[in-house]
Nanobody, 126 residues
Framework: QVQLVESGGGLVQTGGSLRLSCAASGRSFSAYAMGWFRQGPGKEREFAAAISRSGDSTSYADSVKGRLTISRDNAKNTVYLQMNSLKPEDTAVYFC???????????????????WGQGTQVTVSS
């Protein structure tokens, strides 16, 4: 069982930056692939970024590539999402997700992930 708690959301102006954190409880954090998903107003939940168990493989949605960076610290049981050059269309609730993943790569599909955090709101003003 893994519990995920996101933090770091808030209100920022266009072009600004935020760093989201997701702290995981439980054992064997390094056995889990991690992902960040987001759900904007009136939209479905969509993939943003994912990182492999060791951190050596990452994947990004085209809409965030070059602006968002996912990373993890397995010693701290934490995954991060550095968000730069934010745009109003990045406004969403951001969710952290985890899956016990025996493979070396990552998954972009929400249905793959077993554990989800409660989400943190990111609002980008124009």
């Amino acid at each position: 069982q893994v519990q995920l708690v996101e933090s770091g959301g808030g209100l920022v102006q266009t072009g600004g930056s935020l760093r989201l954190s997701c702290a995981a409880s439980g054992r064997s954090f390094s056995a889990y692939a991690m992902g960040w998903f987001r759900q904007g107003p009136g939209k479905e939940r969509e993939f943003a970024a994912a990182i492999s168990r060791s951190g050596d493989s990452t994947s990004y949605a085209d809409s965030v590539k070059g602006r968002l960076t996912i990373s993890r610290d397995n010693a701290k049981n934490t995954v991060y999402l550095q968000m730069n050059s934010l745009k109003p269309e990045d406004t969403a609730v951001y969710f952290c997700a985890a899956v016990l993943w025996p493979y070396s790569g990552v998954s972009r599909a929400p249905s793959t992930y077993t554990y989800w955090g409660q989400g943190t709101q990111v609002t980008v003003s124009s």
